[in-house]
């Protein structure tokens, strides 16, 4: 099993930033790739963005140019800056792990993002 724990959500108006943190627990397995998704009050998980174990990200279209990806492989950690914030970004953000060897992603708790206009 992998656990993780997020860290870094809150209230911010809009065009600030914030930062989301999301470690993992050490496993047996071998992280494929580390991401984010977010869901809305009524509205189904959407994808944010997500970061390979060669580092290759990928992005929603709706964040691309005000959201960034990275990780500290150290850590099992992985990080989603939060620039130019919009109302609609409101939403949790759940990170998510995909593992070589393991039929499932593994999910966090989930953190709360608002952005107040």
């Known amino acids: 099993q992998v656990q993780l724990v997020e860290s870094g959500g809150g209230l911010v108006q809009a065009g600030g930033s914030l930062r989301l943190s999301c470690a993992a627990s050490?496993?047996?397995?071998?992280?494929?790739?580390m991401g984010w998704y977010r869901q809305a009050p009524g509205k189904q998980r959407e994808f944010v963005s997500s970061?390979?174990?060669?580092?290759?990200?990928t992005y929603a279209d709706s964040v691309k140019g005000r959201f960034t990806i990275s990780r500290a492989d150290a850590k099992n950690t992985v990080y989603l800056q939060l620039d130019s914030l919009k109302p609609e970004d409101t939403a949790v953000y759940y990170c998510?792990?995909?593992?070589?060897?393991?039929?499932?992603?593994?999910w966090g708790q989930g953190t709360q993002v608002t952005v107040s206009s």
């Open positions: 970061i390979t174990s060669r580092g290759g990200t």
């Open positions: 050490r496993s047996r397995f071998t992280i494929r790739s």
């Open positions: 998510y792990l995909d593992a070589f060897g393991s039929t499932n992603d593994f």
